[in-house]
């Protein structure tokens, strides 16, 4: 048996190696005639062989996909070889932004205006060229207006496998945080003493 499971392991860094993208999970069991119980076992086996070791790539784990990426450790060093694109900056507006469509998605533009209580086009926009954040829809409603949800880039971004391992936020830390906007609200209209 070990000489299978060295056989079926290969088979499937061949696989996820080649497509470069997240495969699901039935897809991969398909492709090696097994079933998924055992691939996702497999697959979690391979996963920590990878962390435990210094290697260059790891497998990781989206929703109900599987997919091989290079280790953030080696960023640099691969930058050095390809170009990469710069990694992006996230300023606390498009944190902000994002974090109203992680939590509340699917959601529509109008809508994280009417949480933020300011214009969002610009960030909302460099949210979707950054692949953070994407069309799921249009609402049914006059003007069907887009509707955003979060994209497998953000899920990898924020290393966790679904939107439900995001943090929950409990009432006391509402409240905290209007606490904190109220400070900085007064902070920013205090008026200047000569």
């Known amino acids: 048996m070990e000489q299978d499971i060295n056989v079926i392991e290969g088979r499937i860094e061949a696989i996820l190696f080649s497509v470069g993208e997240a495969v ?10 097994l079933d998924t119980a055992t691939v996702v076992k497999i ?24 997919q091989m990426c290079t280790k953030a450790d080696y960023y640099d060093t691969l930058a050095k070889v390809v170009n ?11 944190l902000e932004t994002l974090s109203i469509v992680a939590y509340k998605q699917p959601i529509t533009r109008q809508e994280i ?13 460099k949210l979707v060229e950054y692949n953070l954040i994407q069309e799921v829809g249009r609402l049914d409603a006059v003007g069907r207006p887009i509707l955003f949800g979060t994209t497998d880039d953000f899920l990898r971004s924020f290393g966790v496998q679904s939107t439900d ?3 929950t ?5 509402i409240e905290d945080f ?4 109220i400070e900085e609200a007064q902070l920013t209209f205090a008026p200047v003493k000569d």
């Open 178 to 181: 209007k606490q904190q906007a």
């Open 84 to 94: 990469i694109p710069k990694k992006h900056v996230l300023t606390d507006v498009l």
């Open 24 to 33: 699901e999970k039935n897809r991969l069991a398909q492709a090696l005639e």
């Open 165 to 167: 391992e995001l943090p």
């Open 113 to 125: 205006e009417a949480i933020r209580g300011v214009s969002c086009v610009h960030a909302v926009n």
């Open 169 to 173: 936020i409990t009432p006391d830390k």
């Open 43 to 66: 697959v979690h086996n391979m996963m920590d062989k990878y962390d435990s070791t210094d290697r260059g790539v790891r497998i990781i784990e989206i929703e109900d996909s599987f």
